[in-house]
């Protein structure tokens, strides 16, 4: 046993391996010091929840309490090992400010009051604008942390039985593009790799991808085929030094927003030398002409100077994709918060098809998740999507839901696609909604432009909801206020980034009068009296494992086929991939083995857009394009951000992750081993840029958009020059000491701006033009890491 501290060294020790030899197990532990394993009463299974990686895990209990967790060895995704977030997180469900009652909104204040009265004011406000405005008076505003049980209740309800259209999840601001470009090359949505990949491939590429970060447990398994015999090459496409682009063969760090230039280039490479499997594209795809012809435009000298990087970098890395016997690559946000995100991220899927890599050990396209939970929105139709992956414009998939739900067909709304969060938050502020229940997310502090969302979230005609562990900066805003039971506080399934599912089952009470999810949007609808067409309870279920079955159902013949799996099949198991039914009892690694695909007309989720405009193709286009249900190669121009350095405004500011944080830190923040590794929000800056502007490490910078100022603590890096990067971690609820709840000068998102992909519609957090200033020395010279912790890892 090794003892680890895992805040200055986040990834642990090293097991390293060689391609194609299974990934070795190490099983990571954080028990609550002074106890050992004696002391623990039992052990339930479940699987991490703050990444799309879907650890799996066992919580340790003692006297009702979490008292830690231990990594899974045997399950598929991380083989025992654990994230920094996941050893030390769960110490936030055991806060003392968890919320425990209900709350409502007293002349002006917030008070505590109880289920009944709560739920009665929900259902009296939802029952006056059913009358009076009709179901698109009322929207849901939900997450990609929730249960796959909880989404479909609640798509059920909110596409059923209430029927309006406005339903979406903050997976809008998060993996809405993984979505659409999946939809847009293959037809629908749907994990073509597995993380299996990493033990075959000789070359990793990362678009927008801070995987060391973010999805850390991905990162060991790279970095022990890094420390093996025949370590695979990477290519790092990120405008920050990384700790990713520290390990890189070549790294590309372009200028933020002009990713669909530098891919146009990396194409361009590809096709030039010919490192095609030209028989994969005749049999499988349709659209290379197109792509010929757009990538011919884009050779490297073009592309360096759009995106500011050396000519003989695109060159090397081109080589290194296009002659990769077994290429691997995933992409995330800094391809997906742009103004080209499905543009850019298409043409990831491009180079697979082109190369004919799909479906086999090693040539694993990842258009990653980030939330553990994001699959499962996606999948039940909790966003702007349907149930099963459905198509909003084929009504036979429309007459299937009103078959399962037994509705009719008129009551499910698809006129026009699902409403996207975006325009959600525009028909508030216009006025025409009037209800908005928000779920597990915190938009107060993860929605662009926050001076904005306050307004719109405080506005009296708004009524609103929000479901949540804390009173976070969004609760605080709220009509109503329901506390939420916790992961670890309920049972129910969910699926991570490469299609794996996992049981969570309960292991201690919720504190207080808190209830899980479920229970709550179960409860709202047998108080609204919600029926089906033969006057039975809608929906027509009662616990977590009837829901799952509902599900299965739902899911029958759909790509996410779930029914082969149960409750019992995952409890013991160590994660089973989707889909899972009759044909394939221990689920599919790799989606698209032989170039088949789930794209024929009358069985494809989408019917695709056009990448620069995301105008919908017509149904009879489709058919006429893709009448056989091949891969779609789309090709893409580039088209620059829309707002571009300025004299005033001279920076491009981005913003994402550390490794310590979790979004708006609810939990992370609430974690004493975490909180001090990050405690206070600072800016990144390049040193060059930094010199310039007479700033040291530690001073005091003021970074200001058009639409705010926040003020953080410089720390300089190897960033490119003209760049300045943000945490967007900081919302102001422990300000206290500097400013209190008046001074909104640390979110990110009080400087990005409202915008969206055209494909995608998911908001633009990673271009925007700031300036910088110094405006003082800092109190801490250093914001590196301060704190220690200590895990145990058995290798
Ligand atoms: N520690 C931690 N892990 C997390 C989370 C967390 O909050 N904390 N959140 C989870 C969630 S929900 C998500 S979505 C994922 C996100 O995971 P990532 O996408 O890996 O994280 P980000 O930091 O948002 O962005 C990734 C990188 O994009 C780069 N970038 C910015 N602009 C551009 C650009 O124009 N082009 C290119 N090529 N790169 C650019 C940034 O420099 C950054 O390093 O992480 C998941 N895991
Ligand atoms: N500037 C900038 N902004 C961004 C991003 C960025 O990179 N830059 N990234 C975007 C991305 S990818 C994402 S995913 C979003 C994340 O943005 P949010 O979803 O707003 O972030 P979280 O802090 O995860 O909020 C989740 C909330 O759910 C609560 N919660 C946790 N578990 C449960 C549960 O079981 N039930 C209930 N009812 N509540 C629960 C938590 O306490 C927390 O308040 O931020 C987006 N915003
Ligand atoms: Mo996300």
């Avoid at 849901?140 to 209740?153: A, I, N, P, V």
């Avoid at 999948?379 to 998939?397: K, M, T, V």
Wanted: charged fraction near 25%; glycine fraction near 8%; hydrophobic fraction near 40%.
């Amino acid at each position: 046993m090794a003892r680890t501290d895992r805040i200055s060294d986040p990834w642990g020790s090293r097991t390293p391996y060689a391609a194609g030899e299974p990934w070795p197990q190490r099983v990571d532990r954080y028990l609550t010091p002074g106890l050992t394993d004696d002391d623990v009463d039992r052990w339930v299974q479940s699987a991490a929840v703050l990444h799309s990686n879907g650890d799996g895990l066992d919580i340790a209990v003692k006297d009702g309490r979490i008292v830690g967790v231990r990594g899974r060895a045997d399950d598929r995704v991380n083989h025992g090992r654990l994230d920094p977030k996941d050893l030390f997180g769960w110490q936030a469900n055991h806060a003392r400010d968890r919320l425990r009652t209900p709350l409502i909104r007293q002349d002006g204040v917030l008070v505590e009051s109880d289920w009944d009265t709560a739920m009665d004011r929900i259902v009296a406000r939802s029952r006056q604008l059913l009358d009076e405005r009709g179901p698109n008076s009322i929207g849901f505003y939900t997450s990609g942390q929730l249960f796959l049980e909880e989404y479909y209740t609640q798509c059920v309800i909110a596409h059923g039985a209430i029927g309006t259209n406005h339903v979406d999840g903050n997976t809008r601001l998060c993996t809405a593009t993984a979505a659409e470009a999946l939809k847009e090359s293959f037809g629908c949505d749907g994990q073509p790799g597995s993380y299996t990949d990493v033990d075959h491939a000789d070359v990793i590429a990362l678009y927008g991808h801070n995987v060391a970060e973010t999805q850390t447990v991905l990162w060991m398994r790279m970095l022990d085929r890094l420390a093996g015999p025949n370590p695979p090459a990477i290519v790092c496409i990120d405008p920050r030094p990384t700790p990713v682009a520290r390990h890189a063969t070549v790294h590309l760090a372009p200028l933020p927003g002009t990713n669909v230039a530098l891919m146009n280039g990396l194409l361009h490479e590809i096709l030039d030398h010919d490192w095609m499997d030209h028989d994969y594209i005749e049999a499988h795809t349709v659209g290379f002409h197109e792509l010929r012809k757009r990538v011919a435009e884009f050779p490297p000298e073009r592309v360096a100077d759009i995106c500011g990087v050396d000519p003989d970098d695109v060159r090397r890395a081109g080589e290194l994709i296009g002659t990769a016997e077994r290429l691997l690559s995933t992409v995330l946000q800094g391809f997906y918060q742009s103004h080209q995100a499905t543009a850019a991220a298409v043409q990831v899927n491009n180079i697979h098809l082109v190369r004919g890599m799909l479906g086999r050990p090693g040539c694993g396209l990842l258009q990653m998740n980030g939330q553990p939970t994001a699959e499962n929105t996606r999948e039940c139709g909790a966003d702007g999507d349907l149930a099963g992956f459905r198509n909003w414009a084929n009504d036979s998939h429309i007459e299937e839901l009103a078959t399962l739900w037994n509705l009719d067909v008129t009551a499910i709304p698809h006129y026009a696609p699902p409403t996207h969060a975006m325009q959600m938050f525009r028909y508030a502020e216009e006025g025409s909604l009037r209800m908005l229940w928000v779920s597990a997310t915190n938009p107060a502090v993860s929605l662009p432009e926050l001076g904005r969302i306050r307004r719109i979230l405080s506005q009296d005609r708004l009524f609103l909801v929000v479901q949540d562990l804390f009173l976070t900066e969004t609760a605080q805003l709220a009509d109503v206020v329901l506390p939420a039971a916790a992961w670890a506080e309920k049972t129910g399934t969910f699926t991570n980034a490469d299609r794996t599912v996992h049981i969570s089952d309960k292991a201690v009470d919720p504190p207080g009068q808190a209830r899980s999810d479920f229970d709550i949007f179960l409860d709202y609808a047998r108080r609204m009296d919600f029926r089906d067409r033969d006057g039975r309870p809608l929906p027509a279920w009662n616990t977590p494992d009837e829901a799952f079955e509902a599900w299965k159902r739902c899911s029958a013949g759909r790509p996410c086929d779930y029914t082969g799996l149960s409750y019992e099949k995952l409890r013991g198991s160590g994660g089973i991939q989707w889909p899972c039914n009759a044909e394939h009892p221990d689920g599919v690694e790799r989606l698209y083995a032989g170039g088949e695909f789930f794209a024929a007309p009358d069985y494809c989720e989408a019917y695709g857009k056009d990448l620069i405009t995301g105008a919908p193709l017509e149904p009879t286009e489709y058919r006429a394009m893709n009448p056989f249900g091949k891969a779609i190669i789309k090709a893409a121009e580039y088209v620059p951000p829309h707002e571009r350095p300025s004299a005033e405004y001279p920076c491009v500011l981005i913003t994402g992750r550390t490794v310590y944080h979790f979004h708006t830190r609810t939990k992370t923040g609430r974690t004493p081993q975490l909180q001090a590794a990050a405690p206070e929000v600072w800016v990144e800056l390049a040193r060059a840029d930094a010199l310039r502007a007479g700033i040291v490490e530690g001073d005091l910078v003021e970074i200001r958009t058009v639409r705010g100022c926040v003020t953080a603590a410089a720390r300089l890096t190897d960033l490119r020059r003209g760049v300045v990067f943000l945490p967007f971690h900081y919302g102001y609820w422990d300000t206290g000491d500097d400013g209190g709840k008046d001074g909104h000068h640390r979110a990110a998102n009080e400087l990005t701006l409202t915008d969206w992909d055209p494909v995608s519609k998911q908001p633009i957090f990673k271009t925007a033009a700031a300036s910088v200033r110094r405006i003082g020395a800092g109190m801490a010279a250093t914001p590196e890491p301060v704190a220690h912790a200590v895990a145990d890892e058995h290798l």
